[in-house]
């Protein structure tokens, strides 16, 4: 049996029609630009996430940058975040004008270690942003005290967590509902995917929520009156439109990713050689992907290619070591748990339509690469 990394027509086939006429509405009305269903997904992005204010925009990575360039940094204003992430979360702080500071993680949940943030703070630190990897939020209890104590906006790349929850003092909160600005995608492949690019952000701050929404239109929220310079940084209505038909299914299929880990857990259970991801106490993980860690990463992979299993590295290079981010002088060696875990992990198929035997070949594929 195949099994792919990941299956985008299986979850067509269970959504065709609501989507469609969705789509269908949007074509009839020709407004393809800001028409209805933006600001209606808005409002039905906010309710999800308990957040006063959202904002679509065209990206991920633009709802990363848009939140950066509010901050208004000046060179040499640093922005702490986690090199093990996709590149986007460091590349938008370059690009809003900060210098991304990089601090390890823990070698449990791939999450950036408050210790080790709190260690990285200056009097030039403006931002920190933790990423909320592979569907598990980052520890945002420190964070957040120490992001008030410091006057530090906290930034959530929750790009890969939309859904995800974590109790806070007590009580459960969503992935965006806390930071200063909650960011995520809508890559086909996330766990809310578009037909194409899109990206939201949320957030509790009224001020804030219409500085954004200017910034991503070209810095005015009037037509033709700029009072800053912004992007052109929309989310298309037909995008918004695919997206509002398939909000009602998040909760379901995100319960769906649970009971996918769940099953490969048991599967796993008992061979040494590789570690099933844990779920820290008080989270409720989204599973964006179901990522082991194994010594012999790269042999297990390519005995799974050879069954006709998927699976992938993410990410082969913490972020620290790439080309681009030379001339902040991070030498190999520096974030060893980081350094590892690019290593070590080893993503395998995850999504709420696959099925117990899918899921049971692969954990019997890797028991036996083991045995
Ligand atoms: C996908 C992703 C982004 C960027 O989102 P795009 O919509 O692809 O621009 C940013 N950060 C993380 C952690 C991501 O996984």
């Not at 040499?76 to 938008?92: E, L, N, R, S, W």
């Not at 690019?197 to 910034?215: C, H, P």
């Not at 860690?293 to 993410?314: C, F, M, N, P, W």
């Amino acid at each position: 049996m195949n099994v792919p990394l990941l299956d985008l027509k299986a979850q067509f086939q269970t959504i065709r029609d609501e989507v469609m006429a969705a789509l269908l509405e949007v074509v009839e009305g020709q407004q393809f630009i800001m028409g209805g269903a933006v600001p209606k997904l808005e409002a039905d992005m906010a309710a999800f996430c308990h957040a006063r204010f959202a904002i679509a925009c065209a990206s991920g990575t633009d709802a990363l940058l848009l939140s950066a360039r509010a901050l208004d940094l000046k060179p040499g204003d640093q922005v702490i975040t986690t090199p093990f992430t996709f590149f986007a979360t460091a590349g938008a702080i370059h690009n809003a004008g900060g210098t991304p500071v990089f601090v390890d993680i823990e070698p449990g949940t791939f999450n950036l270690d408050p210790r080790a943030v709190e260690a990285a703070v200056t009097p030039r630190t403006r931002a920190i942003v933790p990423v909320h990897l592979f569907g598990q939020m980052a520890a945002m209890e420190p964070l957040l005290a120490l992001g008030k104590s410091r006057n530090i906006a906290v930034i959530e790349d929750a790009a890969q967590a939309v859904g995800a929850r974590q109790k806070v003092s007590g009580t459960w909160r969503m992935a965006g509902e806390l930071g200063t600005t909650g960011a995520f995608s809508f890559f086909p492949s996330k766990n809310l995917g578009g037909w194409g690019d899109g990206g939201m952000i949320v957030t509790q701050d009224e001020k804030l929520a219409a500085r954004l929404a200017r910034l991503r239109l070209h810095g005015g929220a009037k037509e033709y009156a700029h009072d800053e310079v912004g992007y052109n940084s929309r989310l298309d209505t037909l995008q918004a439109a695919v997206l509002r038909a398939k909000l009602p299914h998040l909760a379901a299929w995100n319960e769906g990713r649970r009971s996918r880990a769940r099953r490969y857990d048991a599967g796993l259970a008992g061979v040494k050689a590789v570690s099933a991801p844990p779920v820290a106490l008080g989270n409720e993980h989204v599973f964006h992907q179901y990522t082991i860690r194994t010594t012999r990463r790269d042999e297990l992979q390519a005995h799974l290619k050879a069954k006709g299993i998927g699976s992938k590295v993410y990410y082969p290079g913490p972020l620290h070591l790439q080309p681009c981010f030379a001339p902040l002088g991070y030498r190999a060696g520096q974030f060893p748990v980081s350094e590892q875990a690019a290593r070590d992990v080893l993503s395998l198929p995850i999504y709420p339509e696959l099925s117990d035997d899918a899921c049971d070949t692969v954990s019997d594929a890797i028991r036996a690469f083991h045995a």
